[in-house]
């Protein structure tokens, strides 16, 4: 309720920093912290987000934390971290669009993914993530020899800044002949050898997902979940 009535980001963010999370939740990300040594992205992923007519993507936050130092530290870091993607629920910017929809606040639920970044340290203190991108199991715009229900990908460089603003990135459908030699093409300029390992893995897997909901004519959210 206190969420749902505080004025400023500032106080909201007060109000989560101050409230401990369930001991449970805690002993779990004190066990990934223990295990995980490389960077993390905390990020959200609500109920809303992904809606077909009125998307909340891009709404809430995420963040990128280095996961260095000692692990009581990095315990700090990354249970902060959560709080603030639960407080972005309920910020200003957040209240805004939901106000511009036909959604209410209170019926938006939220989750947390944290996630290990794929990528090479340079020697120097930098971290230089492989690749990221997008996957649909819907294509709208398909190309004369590809339909809608191939999927479709695309794929940048780094954290995946191109993908969302608009940077020439590689893309395509999950079920055009050319996507290999395309991909090829990009990796061999582009991508080290591990990288490559990781893209081939994520398209294998996008496409099983895609040929089993084909399969079944299952709903997307069943394969996604």
Do not use: W
């Not at 400023?8 to 989560?16: G, P, R, S």
């Amino acid at each position: 309720q206190a969420a749902l009535e505080a004025n400023a980001d500032e106080d909201l963010v007060k109000l989560f920093d101050a409230a401990p999370l369930p001991a449970d939740v805690s002993a779990e990300l004190q066990k990934y912290v223990a295990q995980v040594g490389a960077p993390i992205a905390v990020r959200s992923s609500s109920m809303f987000e992904d809606a077909f007519l009125q998307p909340f993507a891009g709404v809430y936050s995420s963040f990128m934390l280095p996961n260095d130092g000692g692990e009581e530290q990095r315990l700090a870091q990354l249970e902060g971290a959560v709080k603030r993607v639960y407080a972005s629920t309920f910020c200003q910017a957040a209240r805004g669009y939901i106000a511009s929809t036909q959604n209410r606040l209170e019926e938006e639920k939220m989750a947390i993914i944290v996630q290990e970044l794929v990528g090479e340290a340079d020697g120097h203190g930098h971290f230089h993530p492989s690749l990221a991108g997008v996957a649909n199991s819907i294509d709208f715009y398909p190309r004369p020899h590809t339909s809608h229900e191939h999927g479709c990908a695309q794929l940048s460089l780094g954290l995946g800044a191109a993908v969302v603003g608009g940077t020439p990135s590689v893309q395509f459908s999950l079920a055009d002949p050319a996507m290999a030699t395309k991909l090829d093409a990009y990796a061999t300029q582009y991508l080290t050898p591990e990288s490559r390992k990781v893209v081939d893995r994520a398209i294998a897997s996008v496409k099983t997902r895609v040929e089993t909901r084909q399969r079944l004519k299952a709903p997307l959210a069943s394969l996604f979940a």
